[in-house]
């Protein structure tokens, strides 16, 4: 299957059926659940999105970068049909079987962690991190973890203590976990900081409000996501991960959202020149199937005993199928340096007083836009642009601390040409607003 890479509106969106589901949804489903695009997906492939009305979408969000090979990319599709016709379940931890064992062999190669590392499969970005903290406590025997002013790492407990945004992730939800200490990282834009001057910021609130010798990890997204876009300036995530190994601290990337070509490196923090302790993944790593994985080296993961991590889905078989094939489209496709290409198309395209910066890496670029005079951030700027493209046909998202950041995702294998025709209906979006 596959459907015509061009955009094309028959209805208004949203049109007669998606309003009909959407009747149904506001019945049926909890509102807590936002959708942000306004109609409902009947099929997807490439860069197109098609709805149940026969509209079809520019997809510059890829699901929240997790579609990076394509929403039903064949070779991901074959390998999930085969893997259900033999089993769909067993359960690693009562009845092993080869795929799970693959992955983790993959991931060993595909990391940049030097020398032997071991792999933990779990289901979602949240339960990966969550995990990744358990192991982090368990091999320093010490309990503080430190997370960074804008991080985004999750909905659970735990994750939401280490989630900085209030509103919509923690509003309500609290008591948070405890023994989770946030400080200052380093954006660039707002905070005029170098790399170093950063670091030693957040050193100093580390060393003076815990104490190294309290923390069992440091965690950071080498791109902030959810927050922003936001890339530290040079220098800082390595001043950080050299803290960290002084101190015995488990620095954990949180590459969720920047792992897996995302970037235009197989791993963000390869761009950045870290090599951190564990790395926790989800999203683009299985075709659009739910999987995650923590992977780290293997003194600090062997510290945990035996029964103390799984799950009872934990790579399951047709995700671990999925993640395998999708693996080799990455490689066979070069999609990180496509991701390279379509950061330069991006970051060539707009041209506007109000975007106070474009930025990030690879296909993870962002639009910051801004009061110009004051840069004051402009959030209802970008929900008016983000609604207008969505009306036109082009599927984008927001983000940001501030709620300012127009965020592009494409999926990794989207025509050129399409991109653009999505870039230029956000510009017009942005022009008109
Ligand atoms: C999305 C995300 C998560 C959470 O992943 P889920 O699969 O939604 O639980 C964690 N960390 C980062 C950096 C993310 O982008």
Not at 6 to 33: C, D, F, H, I, M
Not at 57 to 69: H, P
Not at 86 to 97: A, D, E, I, K, Q
Not at 358 to 374: C, F, K, Q, S, Y
Request: net charge negative; hydrophobic share 45%.
């Amino acid at each position: 299957m596959s459907i015509e890479q061009s955009r094309r509106l028959v209805t208004e969106l949203p049109g007669p059926k998606a309003n009909e589901l959407a009747t149904r949804q506001a019945q049926y489903v909890s509102p807590a659940v936002a959708s942000s695009t306004p109609t409902f997906a009947a099929q997807a492939f490439g860069g197109i999105i098609e709805d149940v009305d026969g509209n079809r979408l520019i997809d510059l969000g890829a699901g929240i970068a997790v579609t990076s090979v394509g929403a039903a990319h064949p070779k991901v599709v074959r390998a999930v049909q085969d893997q259900v016709a033999h089993f769909t379940h067993t359960c690693f931890m009562v009845t092993p079987y080869e795929g799970y064992v693959q992955l983790a062999e993959k991931l060993d190669q595909l990391v940049p962690i030097a020398g032997q590392t071991r792999t933990v499969l779990l289901n979602s970005g949240a339960e990966a991190v969550e995990n990744a903290v358990k192991i982090a406590r368990a091999h320093t025997g010490r309990q503080a973890v430190a997370a960074f002013d804008h991080a985004y790492h999750g909905r659970t407990t735990l994750t939401m203590a280490l989630t900085a945004k209030n509103m919509p992730y923690k509003d309500s939800f609290g008591p948070f976990a405890p023994e989770v200490y946030r400080v200052p990282g380093s954006y660039p834009y707002r905070d005029g900081l170098d790399g170093a001057q950063a670091a030693e910021q957040a050193i100093a609130r580390l060393e003076t409000q815990v104490g190294a010798k309290n923390l069992a990890a440091v965690m950071m997204e080498p791109v902030q996501g959810e927050g922003g876009f936001i890339v530290p300036a040079e220098g800082f995530l390595p001043r950080i991960v050299q803290w960290c190994r002084d101190h015995g601290i488990v620095f954990i990337a949180d590459e969720v959202q920047t792992g897996f070509a995302r970037t235009g490196a197989m791993f963000a923090s390869e761009i950045e020149g870290i090599e951190p302790d564990l790395i926790t993944m989800a999203k683009g790593i299985a075709g659009g199937m739910p999987l995650s994985a923590v992977t780290g080296r293997a003194e600090i993961m062997d510290s945990v005993h035996a029964g103390g991590l799984g799950g009872t889905y934990g790579g399951n078989p047709p995700a671990v199928a999925a993640a395998l094939a999708a693996i080799e489209v990455y490689e066979d496709e070069q999609l990180a340096a496509k991701a390279q290409r379509i950061e330069e198309i991006i970051t060539a395209f707009f041209d506007d007083p109000r975007i106070g910066e474009i930025r990030g890496r690879g296909a993870m670029m962002a639009l910051e836009l801004v009061h110009p005079e004051t840069k004051q951030p402009d959030a209802p700027l970008a929900k008016k642009v983000a609604a207008e493209a969505g009306k036109q046909g082009v599927v984008t998202l927001t983000c940001g601390t501030y709620g300012n950041i127009i965020r592009f995702l494409p999926p990794l294998v989207i025509d050129e040409d399409l991109l653009r025709e999505g870039l230029g209906v956000v510009a017009d979006a942005l022009k008109n607003a």
